[in-house]
């Protein structure tokens, strides 16, 4: 079965230090990755996706995101947290009817 | 960019009514456009799948019948609770997606439903 796993429920980061959220992915074919941010009661923002080409994606707000494709990994990172970044983040596959599968979100929290 | 509206962004109703949710498509033409449901500190939860002039396709567990789904046309989209129970409060979120890029989908900005 395809599926997208996000290991950590929560992470906790100090500001001005670097943050990585964890995704790992499991589709058919060539992965389709997707991360996207929800703020409370929002609905979800773009950040970034892989399609294809370079294993380093770079997207919004200065996050960006390393494909692994022998690790099956898909992490977010930024070099230098913001109290801002604090957020819930899911990352997204597609599958094979082009429908997105989501991980169950990862809860950043940017301490000052 | 695309963007992609919701209304209303909350609602209160009372338990045996319905409420209506719109999702439009702004700025470009939404040939598919999906309902998603959203319980607290969850993931989204894919309801249904919606492709203009067609009858929706429901996932599995999702009561058709109680969820309306019609897309209409290729910029509008709603979802009709009907009978709604407490139960059914949560956050609804829709997505578009154009016909040509069959990956990018569009996300509304949500609706917060409580039911009383």
């Known amino acids: 079965a395809q599926s997208v796993a996000q290991p950590e429920d929560q992470v906790n980061v100090a500001e001005g230090n670097p943050l990585t959220v964890k995704c790992t992915y499991s589709v058919s074919g060539n992965p389709y990755l997707f991360w996207y941010v929800q703020y409370p009661n929002r609905g979800l923002q773009f950040l970034l996706k892989y399609i294809t080409g370079d294993n380093l994606v770079k997207g919004s707000y200065g996050f960006e995101a390393e494909f692994n494709k022998s690790q099956t990994s898909f992490h977010l990172k930024k070099p230098s947290a913001l109290v801002s970044d604090s957020a819930l983040y899911f990352c997204a596959g597609l599958d094979s009817n082009y429908q997105l599968i989501w991980g169950a979100g990862t809860k950043l929290i940017i301490k000052p | 960019g695309a963007v992609v509206s919701q209304h209303p962004s909350r609602v209160i109703c009372k338990s045996g009514t319905s409420v209506k949710i719109e999702c439009r498509s702004l700025d470009f033409q939404a040939t598919t456009m999906f309902w998603y449901r959203q319980f607290p500190k969850q993931s989204l939860m894919l309801m249904a799948t919606?492709?203009?002039?067609?009858?929706?396709?429901?996932e599995q567990g999702v009561e058709k019948d109680k969820f309306l789904i019609n897309h209409a046309s290729l910029t509008l989209s709603t979802l009709t609770v009907t009978s709604a129970h407490p139960e059914d409060s949560s956050f609804y979120i829709c997505?578009?997606?154009?016909?040509?890029?069959?990956?990018?989908?569009?996300f509304g900005p949500g609706t917060r439903l409580t039911v009383t």
């Open positions: 919606s492709n203009e002039g067609s009858k929706a396709t429901y």
């Open positions: 997505s578009a997606r154009a016909g040509l890029v069959a990956y990018e989908q569009y």
